[in-house]
């Protein structure tokens, strides 16, 4: 994974995580310029290589959209997804939703019974992220054969 691909994205969930929890809200100077560096991000890798990419950011919309309507995930979290799935691309974009799955879920259940209240979803986005690069990094038996 690249060097600007794991530092746009920790910062990004970084500010995410930090303005979800404080506030309830991901905002979208944060998300859409993160898009914007992943598609720019995608284009030396050539015309194929941003289609991709495209095709990755429409995937993600058309799922976060799916998981808005269901109430699942807010509309700061779906514009997350989005820039952080496109600026992991495929097929990492499948590993960040399981790992994002996998987070959210523990820390739903955590919060859950704890207080009775849901998560602030961008927690679990950028656990999702953190465990992605970790399995690029320091814990490559957690990486998912995609």
Request: hydrophobic content about 65%; overall charge positive; aromatic content about 8%.
């Amino acid at each position: 994974m690249m060097v600007a691909t794991v530092s746009v994205g920790a910062a990004a969930c970084a500010v995410a995580a930090f303005t979800d929890v404080r506030a309830r809200r991901v905002p979208n100077w944060l998300t859409l310029p993160t898009l914007a560096v992943a598609l720019i991000l995608a284009i030396p890798g050539g015309l194929a290589h941003f289609a991709v990419a495209l095709l990755v950011a429409a995937a993600m919309v058309v799922l976060g959209l799916w998981l808005h309507s269901r109430g699942i995930l807010g509309g700061g979290d779906v514009k997350l997804l989005v820039a952080i799935g496109t600026l992991v691309g495929y097929p990492n974009c499948i590993a960040l939703l399981l790992y994002t799955a996998l987070a959210g879920g523990l820390l739903s259940a955590a919060v859950a019974l704890r207080r009775g209240q849901f998560v602030p979803y961008a927690l679990a986005i950028a656990a999702g992220f953190a465990v992605l690069v970790l399995s690029y990094t320091y814990l490559p038996a957690v990486r998912l054969p995609l």
